[in-house]
């Protein structure tokens, strides 16, 4: 059975950091994408960073250049890093597996249960 548990979020004024956390168990091989995408109330979800299991990185625009992925293959762990954070940037954030790289959530078969990021103004 795959889990995939987030931590490291929370209330953050502008301007400020965050760094969130995903640790996957089950997942079978280690050939697979680890993503993130976030979800403000009202709106769809949105991709923000995915990273192949060789270190290749893709970001959303509406986090690029302030937010940098990174995993630990050996403890089946994904990092979001977020910085210069906006109120904007206030939404859940989800942790995703999935076997091929893509940006829409039907390209990652597992989820967390999702962490949430508020940026106060």
């Known amino acids: 059975q795959v889990q995939l548990v987030e931590s490291g979020g929370g209330l953050v004024q502008a301007g400020g950091s965050l760094r969130l956390s995903c640790a996957a168990s089950g997942v079978t091989g280690s050939r697979y994408f680890m993503g993130w995408f976030r979800q403000a109330p009202g709106k769809e979800r949105e991709f923000v960073a995915t990273i192949g299991w060789r270190g290749s990185t893709y970001y959303g625009d509406s986090v690029k250049g302030r937010s940098t992925i990174s995993r630990d293959n050996a403890k089946n762990t994904v990092f979001l890093q977020m910085n210069s954070l906006k109120p904007e940037d206030t939404a859940v954030y989800y942790c995703?597996?999935?076997?091929?790289?893509?940006?829409?959530?039907?390209?990652?078969?597992?989820w967390g249960q999702g962490t949430q990021v508020t940026v106060s103004s």
């Open positions: 995703a597996v999935g076997r091929s790289l893509g940006w829409g959530p039907r390209d990652y078969e597992y």
